[in-house]
């Protein structure tokens, strides 16, 4: 499968832990995505990466979130002392460099429950 | 604030009717507006986009419309299938965004549209 790979796809955690997605893009992909998408609601963008460069943070992702994509392939998304507020889905996507179509590939997402 | 509007928030459709799914933007800076289809489960998939340079594009059984004055563009499907059933987004880019420019958004969504193809 060449698409883009999500693990876990379920986690469920107590509220104030901390927990971690990781994020296998497309390979050939230099851009990768994090959205966060709730119940009835589309998906929202979190954070944006070219290569291992973090070039854009959306308002929505506290001080509490971190991502990182140290080597410019994998990344992973860190949430640290989980509130119930952070229940949601967590996708990310892969684009190669935009060249006027912005094709975004999602993964299925890691479904995060903060009980 | 929603800078993209979806409607309506579920539709049901026959088999074999047309389904329709509007949207409307208000940042006139948006130039690339593409549809995503999510199944259950899954990851959104891109469907069809379009350029506010055409006013329609059409692949296959879907076709979006685009009216550049109203900022409103539409998603139909014609011949639709119970395999069609599924939540539709309606989307756009702001090119600010994906040069690195700062302070935009990404990809913004729409609420999304739960549509149901009855047989």
């Known amino acids: ?115 | 604030q929603q800078q993209v509007k979806q409607s309506p928030q579920s539709l049901i459709v026959q088999k074999g009717g047309i389904s329709i799914i509007n949207c409307a933007y208000e940042n006139t800076a948006f130039d690339y507006f593409p549809w995503y289809q999510q199944f259950p489960g899954k990851g959104p998939a891109l469907l069809i986009a379009i350029r506010p340079d055409v006013s329609e594009k059409k692949e296959g059984r879907f076709t979006i419309s685009f009216n550049k004055s109203a900022k409103q563009f539409s998603l139909h499907i014609m011949d639709s299938q119970p395999g069609d059933s599924a939540t539709y987004f309606c989307a756009a880019i702001d090119p600010a965004w994906a040069d690195g420019g700062g302070g935009a958004d990404g990809l913004t969504f729409g609420k999304g549209t739960h549509l149901i193809i009855q047989p």
């Open chain 1, 1 to 115: 499968d060449t698409g883009v790979s999500q693990d876990p796809r379920h986690k469920i955690t107590k509220r104030g832990q901390n927990v971690t997605f990781r994020c296998d893009p497309i390979s050939e992909h230099n851009r990768l995505y994090w959205y966060r998408q709730t119940l009835g609601q589309g998906p929202e963008f979190l954070t944006y990466f070219q290569n291992e460069a973090q070039l854009e943070k959306s308002r929505l992702l506290s001080d509490r979130f971190s991502a990182e994509r140290p080597k410019g392939s994998f990344s992973t998304l860190e949430i640290q002392r989980t509130e119930q507020g952070d229940s949601a889905m967590y996708l990310c996507a892969s684009s190669a460099d935009r060249g006027g179509n912005e094709k975004l590939f999602f993964g299925s997402g890691t479904q995060l429950s903060v009980l």
